[in-house]
């Protein structure tokens, strides 16, 4: 029974990795759709504004109004919209169809991720409900890892919308197979919006989500355009990009684990200010790398910065409201790719206006503003510990 229930586990993880390699993979390919499309850098890297926003605002609503539906059916429903947004791409011609295609893929993309995390905590074996939820997580995670530098692989062989209709395949596949093998669920009690939104009116919760915002916003400004820098700015090697994109990638994962060690070891604001410091540093330094070696060397130490941020903030908005830890996580998830659309947005609007090399100046910026906002938010919970515990000695004194 339990091995029966990982192995469907690992099903929604891969479903994870296809939606999120769909999200990361525009980053890695952005230099060939620019050209191939007839558009500018800059314009195609509002490919990833469309996508972030319509999953940020599109997500919460379409959960609300399919909260009681069998998840499921729910889950089959909004991966056959991905596919189809998937082949949509591949077939349809020009820029305008492309982004239409990219708004139908969010919106599936969105509900997919949601409702696999969902899934996966009611059918994990009894005590593996955290396991199975980070095995989903992790998922999304391998995409920027394996799915990007194979889409660039992919894309320079074949052409870019090969990589859509590889995924479309994919998911196909898996399609059949959960259709095969997940067992009916019930849907959940719908949590209303009106009290998800609620919390934002509390300044801890609101100051944590803007520490979100512009840490994750100038990582994506500087993300987004990745490629295009590396070749432009960095003149990196066209041949060495999918191996920096690679490395990258692991990077990421070794700074998420780090950082969720340093979180329970040293705490949450010595790990944020910590990593976000890093994280500033690094971006600057790859301003100066001019040879394979330091260019290699500052990617990875910006990638396992940027990543040790990543857990140890869920954990955090998490802590602020524990008796609504789902609504906050929701929340967060929300402000991340409303984040990146931001960051994707202006930095297309830098590169314009200023040039291709500021991006990485203006990512420092964002995440500088995130790192004063952990310890204003730092200080803040300190204070409110303080007037509890003096409230708290001074009720037991009476």
């Known amino acids: 029974m339990v091995n029966h229930s990982t192995w469907k586990v690992y099903i929604l993880a891969l479903v994870s990795f296809l939606v999120g390699t769909s999200e990361y993979i525009i980053s890695g390919i952005l230099d060939q759709i620019a050209q191939t499309l007839g558009v500018s850098v800059a314009a195609a890297g509002q490919l990833i504004t469309v996508f972030s926003l319509t999953y940020a605002i599109g997500t919460p609503i379409l959960m609300a109004i399919t909260a009681q539906l069998d998840r499921r059916k729910l889950l089959l429903y909004a991966l056959g919209l991905f596919i189809v947004a998937n082949v949509l791409s591949f077939v349809l011609p020009g820029f305008g169809m492309f982004i239409a295609a990219r708004i139908v893929m969010a919106l599936g993309a969105g509900i997919v991720v949601v409702t696999a995390m969902s899934i996966a905590t009611k059918i994990a074996a009894p005590g593996k409900q955290a396991s199975a939820l980070a095995t989903v997580i992790m998922g999304f995670t391998a995409s920027l890892i394996i799915g990007v ?222 790192a004063v906002g952990v310890v204003i938010l730092s200080r803040m919970l300190s204070d409110r510990s303080s007037h509890i515990s003096s409230v708290s000695k001074s009720t037991t004194h009476d």
């Open 149 to 370: 530098p194979i889409g660039r692989v992919v894309s320079s062989q074949f052409g870019w919308k090969a990589v859509f209709l590889g995924i479309a395949l994919a998911g196909m596949l898996a399609l059949i197979v959960l259709a095969l093998t997940i067992p009916r669920i019930k849907g959940d009690e719908p949590v209303p919006l009106r009290k998800q939104f609620a919390l934002l009116a509390r300044p801890d919760v609101a100051l944590g989500l803007g520490i979100t915002f512009f840490w994750l916003g100038g990582y994506s400004l500087a993300y987004t355009y990745i490629s295009p820098y590396l070749l432009e700015v960095s003149k990196l090697n066209e041949s060495l990009l999918s191996v920096a994109l690679l490395v990258f990638g692991i990077s990421s994962l070794i700074g998420s684990k780090t950082g969720g060690y340093s979180a329970d070891k040293r705490g949450v604001a010595f790990t944020l200010i910590g990593g976000m410091t890093l994280h500033i540093i690094s971006l600057i330094l790859l301003t100066m790398a001019h040879s394979a070696v330091s260019i290699f060397t500052f990617l990875i130490l910006w990638s396992f910065a940027a990543w040790t941020t990543g857990p140890t903030q869920q954990y955090n908005l998490a802590s602020l409201v524990p008796e609504s830890s789902g609504v906050m996580l929701s929340l967060n998830q929300s402000t991340m790719q409303l984040s990146m659309a931001v960051g994707a947005g202006l930095g297309g609007v830098l590169i314009e206006q200023v040039s291709l090399a500021s991006v990485t100046w203006f990512a420092a910026l964002g995440v500088a503003i995130a």
